[in-house]
């Protein structure tokens, strides 16, 4: 560990703290590292950020649906603008993006 230490402060990685802190970066990064919890962590992190991208891929296509069957109702493009906004809390730039994407007549 001493020898990771001084490698890093040799390439310029987090030096300053190392050189401060070397007393205490060893004996905590060799006792308090538990891999089991650090791959718990970064599993639960990136399950996060898949769930949160997968809820914007579904809100998103929700929206199309949404514009594509007022279309096809022949709805007024102002009244479907107005009601994405409302529905999917949607600034009037966001909604004129999904009308652009999705508005078809």
């Excluded at 970066?25 to 599993?43: H, Q, R």
């Excluded at 998103?60 to 107005?82: N, Y």
């Amino acid at each position: 560990m001493s020898r990771a230490v001084d490698e890093c402060i040799e390439h310029g990685i987090l030096a300053e703290f190392l050189r401060e802190n070397r007393s205490e970066v060893i004996p905590v990064s060799i006792f308090e590292y538990n891999e089991e919890e650090a791959l718990k962590a970064i599993k639960a992190d990136e399950y996060e950020l898949g769930f949160q991208d997968g809820n914007k891929q579904g809100i998103s296509r929700s929206i199309g649906i949404l514009i594509e069957t007022c279309a096809e109702l022949g709805i007024e493009k102002q009244d479907t603008l107005s009601k994405i906004m409302e529905k999917f809390s949607l600034d009037q730039a966001e909604a004129n993006r999904y009308m652009e994407e999705y508005w078809k007549q």
